[in-house]
């Protein structure tokens, strides 16, 4: 294991980073393309361990594809006749909670049975809520007593065509839905309690699909995807953190470059601009068709507290450790709410969270659903552990650079950064200047 990084205050902020390629996006990206009929090429590919996972899953399944370098990849779909291939073994989706639930649909629709497993993290996620829809379609899904991974599917085609209201809004379990939907017999549909990301749905249409939705329903329809040519924007929750960071001091500034601007993924910059920040956005052309993409600039603040709650919690969901972060820079109460999803993450983020900010001297209550930041108060380095999270691991840097008093954070688990940004700490030592 790599030692803990060790991250000193910043005493300055004025710069660009050009973030990596959307982790989301990607994945989808890879699936579709391996279902599609022909090559589909894809830029800007994610480069963290995530979606290599969701890579050399589909690798094991008979997918072929050629990584070019540089996010470039093509990838030779199976187009409408030919199933995937029986893997060897069981899937490793490593710690992807996204790699596994989309997966299942699209293994839900394959004459064939496969198993799926995951990292210590991943099996303890809640892996119910996919194999329910999918086992009323009529795929036998298997799972360890508790809900969770390992995970077999016995699929079969076509599937019976569903219409699935989750409890829960998740763009991951919708995803898992649709996929399957490609396989069934008739139209699938998906009732969200709250909207949340579509990129499958915009991805699916770029394919040619007959995707329709209004009014809180997704509906897809069986039928060829032709493949696609896609450059994925940069991803806004990793953009977060520096757009987070920049936020909190007068004076302070950073532009990110190319972002995705998914209206399911925003509400970060919504937040941003409620605590009294800077937020400018220039829109870009949607570059591959499917997305919209923008630059977006931040300039920092003497911030307020706000409320974060309700339909907003999906639109920002991974952005709310570093949202709680600087809260504890910002004047006032911020109360999160609605948001108990955090704790079934890739770790328990409102425990490990407020433990973590609590070494460093912030005063932050824990809820059920969500918690409470009381602000300002100094942060002071100390040793802290992001428990193999790789978001969390990012917001203590920020929290690091945020302390006052000398000397150096040490973030254990910081290895985990390479599950969605693995530059991240060069990209954070890059905006570092050195006090005057
Ligand atoms: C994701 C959806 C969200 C999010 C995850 C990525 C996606 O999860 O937290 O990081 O790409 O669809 P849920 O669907 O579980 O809410």
Redesign the pocket.
Known sequence: MSPPANVAPLFHLDGEIRVPGD??IS??ALILGALAAGRSRVTGLAPGDDVARTASCLRACGVRMRFLGGGRVTVEGQGPDRPLRQPPGRLDCGNS??TM??LAGVLAGQPMTAGLDGDASLRRRPML?VAEPLRRMGAAVRLAAGGTAPMTIEGRRPLAAITHAPE????????AVLLAGLFADGATTVVEPVP??D??ERLLRLCGAEVTSGGGRVTVRPGVLRALSLRVPGDI?SAAFFLCLAAVRPGWRVRCPGVGLNPGRDGVLEVLRGMGAGVEVEERAAAGGAEPVGDVEVRGADLNGVRIAGPLI?RL??ELPVIATIATQAEGTTEIRDAA?LR??ESDRISRLVAGLRLMGAACEPLPDGLIVEGPTILHPAAVDAAGDHRLAMAFAVAACLAVSPGVTRIAGSESVAISYPGFFEDLASLARPSG
């Open positions: 982790k989301g994945h989808r909670g996204s639930r989309m809520r829960m809004a998740s763009a991951q379990v919708k995803t949340t990301r990129h499958t929750s999906p969901i991974d999803e079934t993450k």
